[in-house]
């Protein structure tokens, strides 16, 4: 399953980096708000998972933090590192689910748009892996789809949003439909203490704590 996964990924992301810039202008209003509701001291050391194109990462470093961006798809980093001004900020080809961090490392942990694109097993250990490489009590964003309270036009959303998106995205949303997803995050030991509605409730930035520490 999950050489499968890694095969597709890369294949997926590869045939999409050259027009993924339309979905980065789309969210490019989320990237800032991200950094606002971070909200952390300037010398913070921030990691980006999943940051495809970097445009979190470049976000971030617009307010002087110093940023590790981690992706699996060269095809996405490549723009990435083409776009990239900063001195601040720097890239890597890492796979998520097994980072090559010490524990404790980050001050904060980000990951957006992008836990849709896995199966439940991969999201798990991914979660897992930013609560290992991020302080204690530091800070863990998560930025994606939210589910829209109207029936008629959560169908209709996720139906055009799964027209862009990968074969793993219906098994997260039936995961935010069962109330699963919130679940998870606790299970790995992150305490979501605020959600930021965003894209017109169609997303939503979940800012948690590392609790680590506390998991049973």
């Not at 810039?21 to 969210?27: A, G, H, K, P």
């Not at 699996?72 to 090559?100: C, G, Q, W």
Request: charged share 25%.
């Amino acid at each position: 399953m999950d050489d499968e996964y890694y095969s597709y990924t890369k294949q997926w992301f590869g045939r999409s980096a050259p027009v993924y810039w339309i979905f980065d202008r789309l969210v490019a209003g989320v990237r800032r708000k991200v950094v606002d509701v971070t909200n952390t001291r300037p010398s913070s050391r921030i990691l980006d998972v999943a940051t495809g194109t970097g445009e979190q990462a470049f976000a971030f470093a617009l307010r002087e933090y110093e940023v590790v961006g981690v992706d699996i798809s060269t095809d996405m980093l490549r723009i990435a590192n083409e776009h990239n001004k900063y001195t601040k900020v720097t890239f890597r080809v890492a796979d998520a689910a097994n980072m090559p961090f010490e524990d404790d490392y980050f001050d904060v942990s980000c990951i957006s748009f992008a836990l849709h694109d896995m199966p439940f097993s991969i999201r798990k250990n991914i979660l897992k892996e930013m609560t290992r490489v991020t302080k204690p009590r530091g800070t863990i964003i998560i930025v994606d789809y939210a589910v829209p309270a109207n029936i008629v036009v959560r169908k209709l959303f996720f139906h055009i949003a799964s027209l862009g998106e990968t074969k793993y995205f219906p098994e997260f949303v039936n995961a935010m439909l069962r109330s699963d997803f919130m679940e998870q995050l606790k299970n790995v030991g992150i305490r979501i203490e605020a959600e930021i509605l965003v894209l017109g409730g169609f997303g939503r930035i979940l800012r948690g704590i590392n609790r680590k520490d506390c998991v049973e």
